[in-house]
């Protein structure tokens, strides 16, 4: 299965700054790369498909990049809303797999 | 606008079967494509399988041949059942449109697995 590793486990930053999420596959995902938002006792929700395209109502400060094997989601200048847990999931091959998560915390 | 809501016992056995249900109200479940995503108690996301208003399914090897889904047309919805369950099985489940991008989730129902 494709593993997918995702840097850092935790970023710590300020209000109003910006966050750059790094998420690598162990083979290429071609654009097959979605991101999601998971806040404490909610269900995941989808932020990024085909690696850069925004879901439906997702904010413009979101904006996903990369391709292969390499990818990034980047929240332009972070809100209190923000601050959650962010994992990426590859689409290009079975099983479907998740990365570890990472957690954007207040600095 | 497309609403999941899945249910089933919070409780299970060990070596039991758990059955889970998925009720989607909004679209047809013959529409959609539907998969089922568990998180363990303070861990990420694994994805169980998905299924088809046709019955075709995938499932993640990683769970043995335990999984089994099935869609209720008549119903719109879709199951899960996982055989042979042991505490590691003990996880919020969720079902979820899409087999890609999952673009609507439900809340997700806690399931612990314990005598």
Redesign the interface.
């Known amino acids: ?1 494709i593993v997918m590793t995702q840097s850092p486990a935790t970023l710590s930053v300020s209000p109003g700054e910006r966050a750059t999420l790094s998420c690598r596959a162990s083979r290429s995902v071609s654009s ?1 790369l ?1 991101w ?1 938002q ?1 806040k404490p006792g ?5 932020l ?3 690696a850069s395209t925004r ?2 109502g997702i904010p413009a400060r979101f904006s996903g990049g990369g391709s292969g094997t390499e990818f990034t989601l980047t929240i332009s200048s972070l809100q209190s809303e923000d601050f959650a847990v962010y ?1 990426c ?1 590859q ?1 290009n091959d ?8 990472t957690n954007v915390e207040i600095k | 606008q497309v609403h999941l809501q899945e249910s089933g016992p919070g409780l299970v056995k060990p070596s039991e079967t758990l059955s889970l249900t998925c009720t989607v109200s909004g679209p047809s479940i013959s529409d959609h494509y539907w ?1 089922w ?1 568990r998180q363990a108690p303070g861990k ?4 169980i ?1 998905y299924i088809s208003y046709s019955g075709s399914a ?5 769970l043995k041949s335990r999984p089994t889904m099935s869609v209720d047309t008549s119903k719109n919805q879709c199951s899960l059942r996982l055989s042979s369950v042991t505490a590691a099985d003990t996880a919020v489940y ?1 079902c979820a449109k899409g ?5 609507v ?4 129902t806690p399931v612990t697995v314990s005598s």
Not at chain 1, 42 to 46: E, G, I, Y
Not at chain 2, 44 to 47: D, F, I, S
């Open positions: 299965e097959s979605a999601y998971q909610q269900a995941p929700r989808l990024i498909y085909g879901a439906t994992y999931q689409y079975w099983p479907r797999t998740f990365g570890q998560g | 998969s995503v990420g996301l694994e994805w399988g995938n499932y993640n090897p990683s969720y087999v890609g991008g999952m673009d989730w439900g809340q997700g």
